[in-house]
């Protein structure tokens, strides 16, 4: 049916070997980019620090949100 020494067979493989990794790797990035925080952990607890101080937050909630990180 096909020879394998066809130039066609050997680039159809390497078109889905590339397909196939490339939406491996762009799964895995995406993996990796959505467990990051947004921001260091000492920038959340000074805005944080700043809420509770204007009264945007009760201290009941500021600890719970310490808790969280």
């Known amino acids: 049916m096909f020879a394998l ?3 066609g067979v050997w ?3 390497a078109f889905w070997g590339s ?3 490339g939406i491996f790797l762009a ?3 995406a993996n990796r980019k959505s ?3 947004p921001a260091p952990k000492e920038v ?3 805005s944080l620090k700043h809420r509770l101080e204007r009264g945007e937050i009760s201290e009941e909630e500021y600890q719970q949100r ?3 990180l």
């Open 35 to 37: 467990k990051k925080s």
């Open 66 to 68: 310490l808790k969280g």
């Open 27 to 29: 799964v895995q990035w």
């Open 5 to 7: 020494d066809s130039f």
């Open 44 to 46: 959340i607890i000074k």
């Open 11 to 13: 680039a159809m493989f």
């Open 19 to 21: 397909a196939i990794g």
